[in-house]
């Protein structure tokens, strides 16, 4: 969710249109093109680093991010938007149409490594204009062709997510953890305004994302200005109006020993404490020990949105660089597609190499927000699940 634009009759800013008959039809081969690669692969390998891959299999996961299985698949997804459409100058240095893989190797590529347009395109033997309009392209093409990929879970999906929640943190009906990023960029004097400088003093863009135990993202929001806390996002996004007014978040109602526990995410102190939001105890009236051992399990359950954080901005590292003066109307399509591509690594069974996720905090250089929102019923729940949590460590003990 991004918020609502005014509208503009701007084809270039339309989504993907099916395209006119046009006097020039691109040629797809039919079969995929390997030449692309093995360009790139005999340029690439010979710089300082690539000793490091064993084979150009694990040279192509480094470059791209994903096997070449999974390359093939996502090609598969937007080879019909990028054939149908008119080539537009998309040639090579030799004079030919550039194939779908190229494509799509050049659109990852820029995504992947952030680097700028004209050091992509040097790698593929392009233009700086064709990394852009190839770029934009798959954007468009994949934002439209995997939504699929990044959607709320059926009741079968959650119960799963939820077992396996309550499984590794002892937290019953737990249906994800939340968090928040900052995608930072420079902006033009004209468009600087304060709404976009944050508390660190960086021009960025809010993503706040939802995920599972498995670091898939259930449910994103962007488009926001950085000034804004994350606790404003939350109540901005589609998710708090679907949970307030009870179309989300509102499966089956645990009944315990303690009380009723109904569905919930877990969240940081920057978030308030809400019905279906859970976040840590600063102070209460209940034994230390206890609630001391509740807040351990609560943010080892919400670290997993800080480390799928951290391993969405350091496979894409587009979003974990400074980016230069973005069209503010395209940069959430970039966010939502790098997103989408984290999701069908997950997805399709990939193994990303343990280096490519950011080393430090996915926020690195930005203090922790607090949030002293309390709704009595949240106060509730979590007591309940406090107690919970320490019946359910004596009945452990005795066993």
Not at 367 to 387: A, I
Request: aromatic share 8%.
């Amino acid at each position: 969710m991004a918020p609502p634009k005014k509208s503009k009759k701007n084809k270039k800013d339309g989504k993907l249109k099916k395209c006119k008959s046009s006097s020039v039809a691109p040629v797809e081969p039919t079969a995929p093109d390997s030449e692309w690669w093995d360009s790139f692969w005999q340029k690439s390998s010979s710089n300082p680093g690539s000793s490091l891959w064993k084979d150009e299999e694990e040279g192509f996961k480094h470059f791209f991010r994903v096997s070449r299985k999974t390359f093939d698949y996502i090609c598969s997804i937007v080879r019909e938007d990028l054939v149908s459409r008119p080539p537009s100058g998309l040639i090579n240095i030799e004079g030919r149409l550039l194939s779908v893989e190229k494509q799509v190797a050049i659109a990852m590529r820029r995504l992947a490594s952030g680097e700028s347009q004209v050091s992509v395109g040097a790698a593929f033997g392009v233009g700086q204009s064709t990394v852009s309009q190839v770029t934009w392209r798959f954007i468009e093409a994949l934002e439209e062709r995997a939504k699929h990929h990044l959607k709320w879970p059926d009741s079968n999906r959650m119960d799963e997510i939820k077992s396996k929640f309550e499984a590794s943190f002892g937290l019953p009906n737990c249906c994800g953890a939340i968090d928040g990023t900052h995608i930072i960029m420079t902006l033009p004097t004209v468009q600087a305004s304060d709404d976009w400088c944050d508390a660190e003093k960086n021009y960025s863009m809010l993503l706040q994302g939802t995920v599972d135990h498995e670091l898939r993202f259930l449910d994103v929001v962007t488009g926001w200005p950085g000034g804004m806390t994350l606790s404003r996002l939350l109540k901005c996004s589609g998710l708090f109006k679907l949970c307030e007014s009870g179309n989300r978040l509102n499966g089956t109602v645990r009944t315990l020993p303690e009380g009723e526990i109904r569905e919930y995410v877990v969240g940081g102190v920057c978030y308030p404490l809400l019905s279906w939001l859970i976040t840590p105890y600063e102070s209460s009236c209940l034994p230390a020990s206890s609630v001391s051992a509740f807040n351990v399990a609560h943010e080892a359950a919400r670290s997993l949105a800080v480390r799928a954080f951290s391993q969405l901005k350091g496979t894409w590292r587009i979003l974990s660089k400074v980016m230069w003066r973005p069209d503010k109307r395209k940069l959430p399509s970039i966010i939502l597609v790098c997103c989408l591509l984290h999701n069908i690594i997950i997805d399709r069974g990939d193994i990303l190499h343990p280096d490519v996720a950011l080393s430090g905090h996915h926020d690195s250089g930005y203090g922790v927000q607090c949030c002293k929102q309390v709704d009595p019923s949240g106060r509730t729940m979590r007591e309940n699940l406090v107690k919970h949590w320490q019946r359910s460590r004596k009945t452990a003990a005795s066993d």
